[in-house]
């Protein structure tokens, strides 16, 4: 007995995927890169070129999804991380890009730097948690806007082994990511069927495609670069405030962006990302971990597995702004859903403030949630090993079954999920196990009433134990010299 989560019956999900190629075939899409339009008039779909609508028939939509590959492999450098996107596992890792730091040790919100996201970095690739390496932190507070693509690229391919996924917005660093990319690859060259590197390509909602964005990602896909296709709509701002409306535009804001990639380049690799959110109308605030974004996620999971992509979904997520009671029970909620909805990557490891914000020891304690959510996934067996009747009939009524053999083989199988941040502890021992002025402040708790928090003092000790002394993987030989003078390439001569 394994749990799983749905939410759309046949009908549901038919009605979903005709709504969407009502929007794409009648309202349209706007691209507003020239090159885009002219693969997709050449396909046969409508353009206006003034405007830059284009509208895509719905035989054109069913082709070109159809052409994408169910099953993909995201390369790690390592080569003992590759990632089989082949719905068989789910694989965490961060969120991105935020654009601030929260400071583990003063609590303080700052601008993010090159720094924090080579530490984010570091620290993934140090948890067996972790499966690959994302964009955590754009380090616009260290780095000229111009160059920030390239320097984050060259980051996650050198302080981690595992598959880095970034974001390139403008065609003219393409070629420099690709020469990060190949240097850091096995062998030393790009390798399209074991990509080390894959990049977050973002339509922008309501329904648009940005020139540079796109022309970028289309020079990406040329070189078959895998793509996460990332609508980022806000129900209520920019999506309908229906949980339906703002689902059927983000399937069409997704659909739009893979009927050009697969018009490029058929069969190249896309991933389905199932994510929206909502405007919260008090606050004027992005909300990320509603119950609302649950619905909407679980829905926009259930379309992509019905045009055979893999799925990115978000989990681990809390829109609260500092650690406390409230980061506990938003990211558990999104982490357990987003497993059970069957994505293959699942995203928000290590991020405050609707992924605003990092926070490092936040990495380690939703590796905790992980273990504790694995463990959820695997159900409960129904086999005679398990039901353990025989044991039941030889311990009898008023026995026990700490002495039995069975007992202690079951533990050592795995039968009980074991934490170790977690404290399952007597009180007084909880109690004395960490000085109060180390913990944070819960916003939900009086100061002078704040309990401390030993799980998150750990959190703190092992992360700046692993920043101290964990070092990756190393990278082929010369390449480390290389991949320098890409980036004093890049900052001779990327315009301004």
């Not at 697969?262 to 994510?275: H, K, M, S, T």
């Not at 819960?442 to 134990?465: G, K, N, Q």
Request: proline content about 8%.
């Amino acid at each position: 007995m394994r749990p799983s989560l749905t939410l759309l019956d046949d009908a549901a999900l038919e009605r979903l995927r005709a709504a969407t190629l009502d929007v794409l075939g009648n309202t349209g899409v706007a691209f507003k890169s020239a090159a885009a339009r002219d693969v997709l008039r050449d396909a046969g779909a409508r353009v206006d070129k003034e405007s830059g609508v284009v509208w895509i028939p719905p035989e054109l939509v069913e082709a070109t999804a159809a052409a994408a590959p169910r099953e993909i492999v995201l390369g790690a450098r390592d080569g003992t991380h590759d990632l089989h996107l082949d719905g068989s596992a789910t694989y965490p890792t961060h969120d991105g890009i935020g654009a601030y730091v929260l400071d583990h040790h003063t609590f303080e919100r700052r601008q993010a730097t090159l720094d924090d996201l080579r530490a984010a970095t570091l620290v993934g690739d140090a948890l067996d948690e972790v499966g690959l390496s994302w964009y955590a932190v754009n380090p616009s507070g260290s780095v000229e806007p111009r160059l920030e693509a390239v320097l984050a690229t060259h980051t996650l391919l050198t302080a981690s082994g595992k598959h880095a996924q970034g974001a390139v917005l403008a065609p003219q660093d393409v070629p420099y990511v690709m020469d990060l990319a190949g240097l850091a690859s096995p062998g030393g060259r790009w390798d399209p069927a074991h990509p080390v590197f894959s990049a977050i390509y973002c339509p922008v909602s309501p329904l648009q495609h940005e020139a540079d964005a796109v022309e970028a990602a289309m020079a990406l896909v040329r070189q078959r670069v895998p793509l996460s296709v990332y609508a980022l709509p806000l129900a209520g701002a920019t999506a309908p405030a229906t949980l339906a409306g703002a689902i059927v535009q983000t399937n069409a804001e997704v659909l739009s962006s893979v009927v050009l990639f697969q018009l490029l380049e058929p069969g190249c690799p896309l991933v389905y990302v199932a994510n929206a959110a909502l405007m919260d109308m008090h606050a004027a605030s992005y909300a990320a971990a509603s119950p609302e974004s649950v619905l909407m996620n679980l829905a926009l999971a259930e379309l992509g597995r019905s045009y055979e992509l893999p799925i990115l979904t978000v989990g681990f997520s809390t829109d609260a702004w500092t650690p406390g009671s409230r980061l506990g029970a938003e990211s558990a909620l999104m982490t357990a859903t987003g497993l059970l909805a069957g994505a293959d990557i699942l995203i928000g490891m290590g991020m405050l403030n609707s992924a605003n914000a990092l926070c490092l020891p936040k990495l380690l304690l939703d590796a905790e949630l992980w273990g504790a959510c694995r463990r959820l996934e695997r159900g409960v067996e129904l086999d005679d090993e398990h039901l353990m009747l025989d044991l039941i009939q030889r311990v009898g009524p008023g026995g026990h079954y700490l002495s039995a053999k069975e007992t202690s083989a079951t533990l050592r199988a795995g039968e009980h999920w074991r934490p170790d941040l977690y404290r399952r502890v007597a009180y007084e021992t909880w109690q004395a196990a960490r000085p109060p002025a180390t913990s944070p402040v819960d916003p939900l708790v009086s100061p002078a009433a704040s309990p401390p928090d030993p799980e998150w003092d750990e959190a703190v000790e092992r992360v700046e134990a692993l920043l101290a002394t964990h070092t990756p993987p190393p990278l082929p030989d010369g390449a480390q010299a290389a991949m320098a003078d890409v980036v004093a390439a890049a900052e001779r001569e990327l315009p301004d």
